[in-house]
């Protein structure tokens, strides 16, 4: 199925240190959501977007809409060891809970 | 509140078998959605199930089936087992449609 290009795939960060990380399509999409998954869990929802553009805080996340409705990014300021997992993009393109997600972005925080 | 129950957690299965999995969506959440993840493909969208009726369907094959009841919990099946189709399978359920969802912690399904 169609799928969303997100990069990177992997990052090696030091604790306290920002990290941005994004997603592009070639399609629009409708809603933008960011999920966080650890090891034995499963996807846990972090942000969701609704509108181009918009912009969207969650503690030290922060997440945007791309304008063009075609990317989203998501910025994790002062990282911590907890933030270590996986990180998935997905988009609804027609609203209608088919969702496409992203290959994911792998963190790792070092202490 | 209750999240997303999926049961069985883990389970093992022999080519040819076939497999039922479950899926009780939060308490209200009439939507429920499967995806299959494996780590060469991603997650991928199976079906999405609301109020009974399957109203979309992922690029599967017909071995993939799945049924929702009158409570919104909801059920995949998976006939004839092939060694591709070991992955996790998780859930998703969500108020409505075009409403964020929230996963379960999957089944991993292993075919040996």
């Known amino acids: 199925g169609q799928q969303l290009n997100q990069s990177p795939q992997s990052m090696f960060i030091q604790e306290g240190e920002d990290v941005s990380m994004n997603c592009t399509s070639s399609s629009i999409f409708n809603t933008w959501l960011w999920y966080k998954q650890e090891p034995g869990e499963g996807p846990v929802l972090l942000i969701a977007l609704y509108k181009a553009g918009e912009l969207t805080s969650n503690g030290r996340l922060t997440a945007q809409f791309g304008i063009t409705r075609k990317d989203s990014f998501l910025n994790i300021s002062a990282s911590i060891p907890s933030d270590v997992g996986i990180y998935f993009c997905a988009g609804d393109r027609y609203n209608n809970n088919d969702m496409r997600f992203g290959a994911g972005t792998r963190l790792t925080v070092k202490p | ?112």
């Open chain 2, 1 to 112: 509140k209750a999240g997303v129950t999926q049961t069985p957690r883990y389970l093992i299965k022999t080519r040819g078998q076939q497999v039922t999995l479950s899926c009780s969506p939060i308490s209200g959440h009439r939507s429920v959605s499967w995806y299959q993840q494996t780590p060469g493909q991603g997650l991928q969208f199976l079906f999405e199930y609301f109020s009974e009726t399957q109203r979309n369907k992922g690029n599967f094959p017909g071995r993939f089936s799945g049924r929702q009841f009158s409570n919104s919990r909801s059920e995949m099946n998976v006939s004839t087992l092939e060694l591709g189709d070991s992955a996790l399978y998780l859930c998703a359920s969500s108020l409505e449609v075009g409403r964020p969802q929230h996963f379960g912690d999957g089944t991993r399904l292993s075919i040996l």
